[in-house]
């Protein structure tokens, strides 16, 4: 019983091999680029959040914390009765900020960076002023937040 030869030879099994390997390399090493150049539209966010009154009844000088689309959001009630809303992330670290009614500021914990009540950096090591978004208030009880034009 003579054995059939093989089809290839080893020296083209191995060179397949390689080239599997060199591709799955490039694959895998451009993924990362290509992500970066094309966002996700999850990521992107929403353009708008509307807030039933439950989710927004504030106190004067106080604020609360809400999602919006995946990252959070900060919605201060001035002692005047004005909205204010941010991003509540903040521009040093992305870590989460916080309003202290006392200080009447936005408190980075992270690595004590501090805002004003309209998101401008004042002090600490955070680079850029808070996101702003727009806040309007509307006749059937909700409070719509959008991202600010421009922004």
């Known amino acids: 019983m003579k054995l059939k030869e093989s089809l290839i030879t080893r020296s083209q099994f191995l060179k397949g091999c390689l080239a599997g390997v060199g591709a799955l390399f490039v694959g895998q090493s451009s993924y990362p680029f290509l992500r970066f150049l094309m966002p ?22 106080s604020a609360k914390i ?4 995946h990252k959070p959001a900060l919605l201060i ?7 204010i809303c941010l991003s509540a992330v903040c521009t040093h670290f992305d870590c989460t900020v916080h309003y202290d009614p006392q200080l009447r500021q936005i408190v980075c914990p992270c690595h004590k960076g501090f805002y004003d ?13 808070l996101k702003p978004y727009e806040v309007k208030e509307v006749p059937d009880g ?3 937040v959008r991202k600010a034009q421009g922004k």
């Open 66 to 69: 809400f999602p919006f689309g």
């Open 77 to 83: 009630k001035t002692e005047a009765g004005e909205w």
């Open 142 to 144: 909700l409070l719509i």
């Open 40 to 61: 996700p539209e999850s990521e992107l966010g929403p353009a708008e959040v509307k807030l039933s009154p439950g989710e927004f009844n504030l106190a004067p000088n």
């Open 117 to 129: 009540i309209y998101g401008m950096n004042i002090k600490g090591p955070p680079p850029r002023p």
